[in-house]
Structure formats: structure tokens, C-alpha cells
């Protein structure tokens, strides 16, 4: 069965950074666009950032110039590197892996932003 597993979220102060990573059991990652998405309490799920398996990025307007996404096909892993971190970038964060009709996500990992 295919897993997506995301860490790095945790608590941390507003300025501050966290490193978000997305591995994948039983799928490689090469084809696949990944994106990581986030859920704050109360509100839709948002995508954040994605990275196509040409390596093209997009970000949402509130991801742009703090975010990054990365994607190391050898480790089979996506990165998101939040620099930055405001309060309103709490939320549960989510990693989904498309391949044509496969679409696959992962369990979520929290990250809250506070002073």
C-alpha cells in the first residue's frame, strides 16, 4: 500500500523556520507532481506549493517569497522549506503526490506558529 509520511511540523515563534519533508513508500516520486497543502481549523484545505517532476514550482500568493519546494528524486522525498513563519501559516500541513488518475496523500504533520 502506498504511504505518503510527512515531518518537520512543530511549534515555532513567529520569524521563525520549520522543514517540512514528504517521503513515499512504495511509489517513487519521479513522475509525480507533488504538492504540500495545508488545513487551518475552520477553513478549506489550500494548496501551498507544488513542484512538477520537470522540477517546475508554483506557490500560493502567501508561500511566495518565504516558501520552497524541492524535490530529491534519489531519496524519494519533497521538501518545503518555511522560512519566515507567520501566525497565519498555522494549520495542519499535507503532502499529495498525483500521477495521472493516482492521487495519494499523506496523514499530516501540525505546524503552529506562536508567540
Known amino acids: 500500500q502506498v504511504q505518503l509520511v510527512e515531518s518537520g511540523g512543530g511549534f515555532v515563534q513567529p520569524g521563525g523556520s520549520l522543514t517540512l519533508s514528504c517521503g513515499a513508500s512504495?511509489?517513487?516520486?519521479?513522475?509525480?507532481?507533488v504538492g504540500w497543502y495545508r488545513q487551518a481549523p475552520g477553513k478549506q484545505r489550500e494548496l501551498v506549493a507544488n513542484?512538477?517532476?520537470?522540477?517546475?514550482?508554483s506557490y500560493s500568493d502567501s508561500a511566495k517569497g518565504r516558501f520552497t519546494i524541492s524535490r530529491d528524486n534519489v531519496k524519494n522525498t519533497v521538501t518545503l522549506q518555511m522560512n519566515n513563519l507567520k501566525p497565519e501559516d498555522t494549520a495542519y500541513y499535507y503532502c499529495?503526490?498525483?500521477?495521472?488518475?493516482?492521487?495519494?496523500w499523506g496523514q499530516g504533520t501540525p505546524v503552529t506558529v506562536s508567540s
Open positions: 513542484i512538477t517532476d520537470l522540477g517546475i514550482t
Open positions: 499529495n503526490a498525483v500521477y495521472w488518475s493516482l492521487n495519494y
Open positions: 512504495k511509489v517513487s516520486f519521479e513522475f509525480y507532481t
